[in-house]
């Protein structure tokens, strides 16, 4: 637990991943202007575009201009959200670091609080969801149903409505920056390292402008990422669905041969063994998919191919 006084207006970096973000960031980098002149004596922004191909680098290209403290990267392709989060903690050196979106739907207000919670000591400091009106059933119900997997199975707790709203300790960039792997699931790997941690709820904004690049496809990609990284439940439940069928097979077998040797019933038809062969061959591919699945991630990270490529870095502003 951190007991030494934190530095006043102490430095802050702040990362903003980007991607197509050209309507939002001109109402947004003033706002955070704004806010954080009075946080920190010494503060920047960390850009980084994930391949935009909007007005997003023009746009980006002016506040520098104008004189706002920005590093600008700018990936080589559109490598996701989680790989630009890691391309700007890989960079950020300030004593705090904010990581926020870059669409205005988090708030700039509620970071004075954050502030505060990080002089009183808390390493993290996670703004939470007060609720997901906002948001259709079925999504709601694959969030739920995703962290009930993989908070079931793992020595973490993963909070459902947390996201990547947070200001973190250098401490806790540098643990993250030590993390080797390439799959990455940022907020399975907050919770990984833990330190002090507190909450504070919010509730997300309107977009300042376009509209949101994360699509359903995404969405379950990020999920699959996340269960296979965090979670091995889908494992144990086919393995336990597995003997359970092989039980219930042996069982049905026993019962018809006692039924032909006993009381002199016909063997069933092959109606039944092509619905049987079916239905088993349906459980094994799905099986063998979920094994695929993990395979696939070990694969990924025994090439070692870096998670994102930078194609243009501006430098520090400072």
């Known amino acids: 637990m951190h007991t030494e006084p934190r530095p006043a207006r102490a430095s802050l970096d702040v990362v903003l991943p980007a991607y197509n973000e050209a309507a939002s960031l001109p109402q947004l980098l003033p706002m955070l202007a ?30 520098i201009a104008a004189g706002t403290p920005i590093r600008y990267l700018r990936l080589s392709r559109n490598f996701g959200k989680e790989a630009a989060l890691t391309a700007g903690l890989a960079v ?50 694959g969030t739920s149903l995703f962290y009930r997997i993989v908070n079931a199975s793992s020595q973490l707790q993963i909070p459902p409505d947390a996201g990547d709203f947070r200001l973190l300790d250098r401490r806790v960039v540098a643990a993250l920056n030590a993390l080797p792997e390439r799959n990455r699931f940022m907020k399975g790997l907050y ?82 063994m092509v619905v049987g062969l079916m239905f088993f061959g349906g459980i094994q591919m799905l099986s063998i998919g979920i094994i695929g699945e993990y395979v696939g991630r070990i694969f990924d990270e025994v090439k070692q191919r870096p998670v994102y490529v930078v194609a243009h870095d501006t430098g520090e502003p400072r």
């Open 34 to 63: 704004q806010v954080l002149e009075p946080l920190s004596a010494r503060w920047r922004l960390i850009i980084v575009d994930d391949g935009s191909a909007d007005a997003t680098p023009a746009v980006v290209q002016q506040a």
């Open 92 to 141: 950020a050196d300030a004593d705090r670091v904010l990581l926020m979106d870059s669409d205005g739907q988090h708030a700039p207000d509620l970071i004075a609080q954050m502030d505060a919670a990080w002089q009183r000591g808390a390493d993290t400091v996670c703004a939470v969801r007060a609720n997901r009106d906002e948001e259709g059933a079925l999504k709601r119900l």
């Open 191 to 272: 919770a990984w390292v833990g330190f002090r941690t507190e909450f504070l709820p919010y509730t997300p904004q309107a977009r300042t402008g376009g509209r949101s690049s994360f699509s359903m496809r995404r969405l379950i990609r990020l999920a699959l990422t996340g269960v296979t990284a965090f979670s091995n439940m889908p494992l144990r439940i086919w393995s336990g669905l597995g003997a359970m069928v092989a039980l219930g097979g042996l069982g049905y077998g026993a019962w018809i041969v006692v039924e032909h040797l006993i009381f002199g019933d016909q063997i069933p038809g092959w109606a039944t």
